[in-house]
């Protein structure tokens, strides 16, 4: 069983930068496809960016391409989500999730528990 804690969400002015990272223990990340993930009440919950297992190759939304860099970290076994440029549009709640599927919701098995980003001025 993996384990998932985020950390690094708060309130920061449009274009401004976050970097959230995912902290994992149970298990090392290496094996899994892992993922950032981000809901706003009431919309479905969306994909970010993604990283197959063993840095098979790292995906993102069109909305976020140029702007979010994913990066894994073997060594620390945590995930971190750099967030540059950032639009009011991007606040919602963001998820770290790894899993043995494909990069997408269906595809994670194992979630955090959120961290909050709000883009306001």
């Known amino acids: 069983q993996v384990q998932l804690v985020e950390s690094g969400g708060g309130l920061v002015q449009p274009g401004g930068s976050l970097r959230l990272s995912c902290a994992a223990s149970?298990?090392?990340?290496?094996?899994?496809?892992i993922g950032w993930f981000r809901q706003v009440p009431g919309k479905e919950r969306e994909g970010v960016a993604c990283?197959?297992?063993?840095?098979?190759?790292?995906y993102y939304a069109d909305f976020v391409k140029g702007r979010f860099t994913m990066v894994r970290d073997n060594a620390k076994n945590a995930m971190y989500l750099q967030m540059n440029n950032l639009k009011p549009d991007d606040t919602a709640d963001y998820y770290c999730?790894?899993?043995?599927?494909?990069?997408?919701?269906?595809?994670?098995?194992?979630w955090g528990r959120g961290t909050l980003v709000t883009v306001s001025s």
């Open positions: 999730a790894a899993g043995s599927g494909l990069c997408d919701e269906l595809g994670m098995d194992h």
């Open positions: 149970g298990h090392t990340l290496d094996d899994y496809v």
């Open positions: 990283i197959l297992a063993r840095d098979g190759g790292t």
